[in-house]
């Protein structure tokens, strides 16, 4: 995003295969839970997303199964903010986003939009992730964390996206400002005696040229 206008975010859903990352983004999508669909496939989709100006492209990139150091790379550099999502049922699958975020740190800095969802909040007797241990992990990623069920309701799909626009909007106006703040600092009106120099210098130089 270098323009200067908030036209368009790029989300990408990370996490291990299984843990509900395609249901996510149909759910988003569709409003729907919908069971039969190619759950490996990587696949972008888009939604213009209507505001009381114009309106927002949203992507969302659904990740696939075969996730190497690389492809998070690849993934992480087209992105503006990150849904990282494991199971509640599944505490490899948790344990396996610090790979991830480590990865996003190193691409984009500690300071990126990022959220964590624990998703299938719907099957309790198979929960093997406890409150205790997504809280630790949500401080040590330093975001804000979801408990979800993609399965049940649209609820909790609708509040991560939300949060994540917010972030990453923020995300726009910070980076905006601060190229403003650069911008500003470059066409700096100069002291007299910076002029005086420069000008003399000018001269120097032109006699300096004129001698040869
Ligand atoms: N019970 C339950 N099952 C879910 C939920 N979300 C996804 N699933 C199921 O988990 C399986 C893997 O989901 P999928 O979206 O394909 O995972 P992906 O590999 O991360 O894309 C599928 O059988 C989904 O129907 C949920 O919230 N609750
Ligand atoms: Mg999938």
């Known amino acids: 995003m270098s323009q200067k206008r908030f036209t368009g975010a790029r989300t990408v859903l990370l996490g291990a295969s299984g843990v509900g990352k395609t249901a996510f983004a149909v759910r988003y999508i569709t409003k729907r839970f919908i069971g039969d669909y190619d759950r490996d496939k990587e696949m972008v989709y888009t939604r213009q997303l209507p505001t009381p100006r114009d309106e927002i492209t949203l992507d969302i990139l659904d990740t696939g199964a075969r996730l190497t150091s690389e492809t998070i790379e690849k ?3 087209w992105g503006d903010g990150y849904i990282l ?3 509640l049922t599944d505490r490899a699958s948790l344990i396996y986003l610090s790979e991830v975020k480590d990865i996003i740190t190193k691409v984009k800095g500690r300071d990126c939009p990022l959220t964590l969802v624990g998703n299938k909040s719907d099957l309790i007797s198979a929960r093997e992730v406890n409150d205790e241990e997504s809280c630790d992990f949500g401080q040590k990623f330093d975001c804000p964390k979801f408990e979800i069920s993609v399965a049940e309701t649209s609820q909790g799909v609708l509040e991560v996206m939300d949060e994540i626009m917010c972030q990453i909007k ?5 980076n905006l ?7 500003i ?3 700096k009106p100069r002291s007299k ?4 120099k420069k000008a003399f210098k000018k001269r120097i130089n032109r006699s300096h040229s004129d001698t040869y």
Do not use: E, G, P, W
Not at 177 to 183: D, E, G, R
């Open 75 to 77: 993934h992480t550099k």
């Open 85 to 87: 999502i494991y199971s």
């Open 170 to 174: 923020r995300d726009f106006v910070n």
């Open 177 to 183: 400002n601060t190229s403003n703040q650069l911008a």
């Open 185 to 187: 600092a470059d066409n």
């Open 193 to 196: 005696l910076y002029s005086m």
